[in-house]
């Protein structure tokens, strides 16, 4: 009876967005998701990844909680909940969250808040960490890549034209026009935003007529719209780059992926605050950081099953890497224009 009972229990905080993953009075630390679930093979589940890696590491109870529909209130709503048993720590992942952590960092003084990927609204409060991302080194590795892989005609499918998106794109170009002027040759790519972070009709015929007209690889960067790209690789015979984390596992069309670190991330800044006595130390309290390969926290997969490359191989990518994690190649980060290039030549489509 006590074990049906205990199964009622969890079944029934699971359909109300909280799984409970550990024993105890209440959960030390928790997550909450965007409005996904952490299956998604994407921000929501790297971000519960490095929670869990470090909560069972350390003996820390930890939860997450998943919002009922895609509001700032219902994210609020589970935070709520999160403080309500227990958590001491409460992590954000995602842009979604700008306002909500904003909010949330106010109302609950004394809870310790990691924001991924965005900033809260108004500024970070002293109890507030936000990590951002330098996607411009992400971008780059990827396209220095695919073009010393021996790929010419690349394409770049972008979302919505916001910072980070920019950033990876603008990347992209510079990576590829590192490696293309390191190899003398000559480099074409189409330039595109869907204006959308999700898959559309619009989006795959797009991918498709560029695959039609010779684009060998095209960078899928935002959200969903992987799925409508991969889509027209996989009729088209394309290859594709993945973003943010490893979307090998999405379709054998997908070669890399541009990836932020987040489950480092996480264990990174929770390291530093219980190794500081559950306080944010100086140096982080109400600052926005911004991680990159200095930090390993971005890059390319490097797994077996990852790594999809023809001729390019994984120490010609450690060594491209350990030159960007140490300075001696520098990425901008700058968005207000195109990099200037002279091996690749990139079409900027409407």
């Known amino acids: 009876m006590k074990k049906l009972l205990a199964a009622l229990l969890v079944l029934a905080m699971m359909l109300m967005g909280v799984a409970a993953l550990a024993e105890g009075d209440g959960y030390e630390l928790a997550l909450v998701t965007d409005v996904g679930n952490i299956d998604d093979q994407s921000f929501n589940q790297s971000s519960y990844e490095g929670m869990v890696a470090y909560a069972e590491e350390n003996g820390l109870t930890y939860a997450y909680y998943r919002p009922s529909e895609d509001s700032d209130e219902a994210r ?10 227990g958590a001491k720590v409460v992590i954000l992942p995602g842009y979604l969250f700008a306002a909500s952590a904003g909010e949330a960092q106010t109302t609950y003084p004394d809870v310790d808040f990691i924001v991924l990927d965005t ?14 991302y330098q996607e411009e080194q992400a971008g780059f590795l990827a396209g220095y890549a ?32 590192y490696a293309a002027q390191e190899m003398g040759v000559e480099v074409e790519m189409k330039y595109w935003y869907s204006y959308s972070f999700n898959p559309s009709d619009d989006i795959k015929n797009k991918a498709a007529s560029w695959y039609t007209e010779g684009t060998e690889v095209i960078f899928s960067c935002g959200g969903g719209i992987y799925n409508s790209v991969v889509a027209a690789a996989e009729e088209g015979n394309g290859k594709v780059v993945g973003v943010d984390s490893d979307q090998a596992h999405v379709s054998e069309t997908i070669i890399t992926s541009a990836m932020k670190d987040l489950p480092n991330s996480v264990i ?45 191989t994984v120490d010609e990518y450690n060594a491209i890497y350990e030159q960007v994690k140490s300075g001696e190649i520098t ?20």
């Open 76 to 85: 609020l709503e589970q935070i709520h909940n999160a403080v309500s048993n």
């Open 331 to 350: 990425i901008s980060n700058s968005i207000d224009e195109l990099p200037a290039t002279t091996a690749v030549t990139v079409d900027v489509q409407e």
């Open 119 to 132: 900033e809260p609204e108004g500024g970070n409060t002293a109890n507030t960490v936000s990590i951002l």
């Open 268 to 312: 990174l800044a929770l390291t530093r605050l219980y190794d500081n006595g559950g306080e944010w130390p100086e140096d982080m309290a109400g600052v926005t950081q911004n991680l990159g390969a200095a930090d390993n926290c971005v890059g390319l997969p490097t797994a077996e099953t990852s790594w999809r490359f023809n001729t390019f």
């Open 146 to 177: 695919v073009v010393k892989d021996g790929y010419t005609k690349l394409g770049y499918i972008g979302g919505m034209d916001v910072p980070a998106v920019i950033r990876f794109g603008y990347g992209f170009i510079q990576g590829a026009e």
